[in-house]
T-cell receptor, first 112, second 116 residues
């Protein structure tokens, strides 16, 4: 089985500042990695995913993430955040596209 | 309108009630999931259905009973729940097998359950 750890439950940041949301995973087999975003009163939607190839993955809304196999990490970054990025972000892992394991989420609070 | 619709959006029930949550997907997917979302905890995978067959029961108590009559509909029947079962229940779907796996889950907006 796999597991995901998101160490930061909340990240406050000022508008236009850069942000990094951390994600570490545990697995005995190769995995695929995902970041999802959840806006208030909505379901989760996919931001980006790593399946294979380049370890730097670009997603929607200017977000990107880098897969680091040696550190078992998949941190999410954005060089300049907007108020509209305020949401909860979830990292997820899967080894077979059947079961997907999620972290506990990180609430990003962008302040003006 | 999202491709995955969950009803009801909010449900309050007593511990002796029987109720059901419904999920419907309009995306032509063949795999559907129930997740439980509680504050400050990882999303908990509850059940997985592939082509209407249950392929995963993640040690969920029997007071939760899933039903998948076809690839587009998924139910979660609730019976004699406990207050700690109060949570947001999320349904998701994805396409398995056909043209490869995209690995993307499509989520509904969730059903907020409160057990008194």
């Amino acid at each position: 089985a796999q597991s995901v750890t998101q160490l930061d439950s909340q990240v406050p940041v000022f508008e236009e500042a850069p942000v990094e949301l951390r994600c570490n995973y545990s697995s005995s087999v190769s995995v695929y990695l995902f970041w999802y975003v959840q806006y208030p009163n909505q379901g989760l939607q996919l931001l980006l995913k790593y399946l294979s190839g380049s370890t730097l993955v670009k997603g929607i809304n200017g977000f990107e993430a880098e897969f680091n196999k040696s550190q078992t990490s998949f941190h999410l970054r954005k060089p300049s955040v907007h108020i509209s990025d305020t949401a909860e972000y979830f990292c997820a892992v899967s080894s077979n596209f059947n079961k997907f394991y999620f972290g506990s989420g990180t609430k990003l609070n962008v302040k003006p | 309108e999202t491709g995955v619709t969950q009803t009801p959006r909010h449900l309050v029930m007593g511990m002796t009630n029987k109720k059901s949550l419904k999920c419907e997907q309009h995306l032509g997917h063949n795999a559907m999931y129930w997740y439980k979302q509680s504050a400050k905890k990882p999303l908990e995978l509850m059940f997985v259905y592939n082509f209407k067959e249950q392929t995963e029961n993640n040690s969920v108590p029997s007071r939760f009973s899933p039903e998948c009559p076809n690839s587009s509909h998924l139910f979660l029947h609730l019976h004699t729940l406990q207050p700690e079962d109060s949570a947001l229940y999320l349904c998701a779907s994805t396409s398995r097998g056909r043209d490869g796996d995209t690995g993307e889950l499509f989520f509904g907006e969730g059903s907020r359950l409160t057990v008194l």
